[in-house]
């Protein structure tokens, strides 16, 4: 079992989590640590699946798709009908994801688009499409400036799942900042001020994982 040098729990807890978490869910854990590609952590992944059992949702928006864990993650709990769009920046993730989706036949139920982020969320408001479960899980200086339009996307009394919202822990103190991480620091504490104080919106922080943020949007 691979613990990552920085996490905000104790070592001792998040190895007692992952003990409980199953098997499965570590094997593209496992695989994308050791590529060094951006991934959830175990125990958010399991978060993830049990919030799309219970949602059931029909449409789910991912952002940030590395190399497909979290879709696959997700596809296994989907209903029937359910579809998931979810967009990657990065060709060689989006090659490894979209290869992992067609050795897995899951093609017909995840789309996988290669692009910016910002990009895709704009174009997406613009069609007035609508999602009832999105995942927030891309670059972290993006969530600030994605937060108007994935608020605009989500149905009314859809879940909305942000990844990495303490980061390391220094969201929540500044004794453990880095210089280089202050920009990033400073958008995510903005985030989290606007999804917590957003009256449409209803927000809980979990410090699981990286910390992840869960909101549900109101129905108007």
């Known amino acids: 079992m691979k613990i990552e040098d920085q996490h905000i729990n104790f070592e001792f807890i998040v190895r007692y989590i992952r003990e409980l978490v199953s098997d499965d869910i570590f094997v593209l ?5 050791d590529k060094n590609i951006p991934v959830a952590k ?6 993830l699946y049990l919030l799309t059992l219970i949602k059931r949702p029909e449409r ?18 989907l209903p029937k009908n ?3 769009l979810t967009v990657e920046k990065n060709e060689d993730n989006y090659n490894e994801a979209k290869k992992l989706f067609s ?8 789309e996988i688009i290669h692009g910016d982020a910002l990009e895709a969320l704009k174009k997406l408001t613009e069609k007035n499409e609508k999602f009832d479960f999105i995942f927030l899980d891309g670059a972290k200086l993006q969530y600030l400036p994605s937060y108007p339009y994935i608020k605009a996307l989500l149905t009314d009394n859809g879940v909305w799942i942000s990844d990495n919202v303490l980061y390391r822990g220094m969201i929540a103190t500044d004794e453990l900042h880095e210089k280089r991480k202050r920009t990033i ?4 504490r903005q985030f989290l001020y606007k999804i917590s104080h957003d009256k449409d919106l209803q927000t809980v922080v979990i410090p699981i994982g990286d910390g992840v943020s869960l909101t549900v949007k109101k129905e108007i």
Do not use: H, Q, R, W
């Open 29 to 33: 854990y496992d695989f994308a640590v």
């Open 42 to 47: 175990p125990e958010t992944s399991k978060l």
């Open 60 to 77: 789910v928006l991912e952002i940030g798709t590395g190399v497909g864990s979290s879709s696959m993650i997700m596809s296994k709990a």
């Open 82 to 84: 359910g579809k998931i």
């Open 103 to 110: 050795d897995n036949n899951v093609s017909d139920k995840i």
């Open 185 to 188: 620091i400073k958008s995510l």
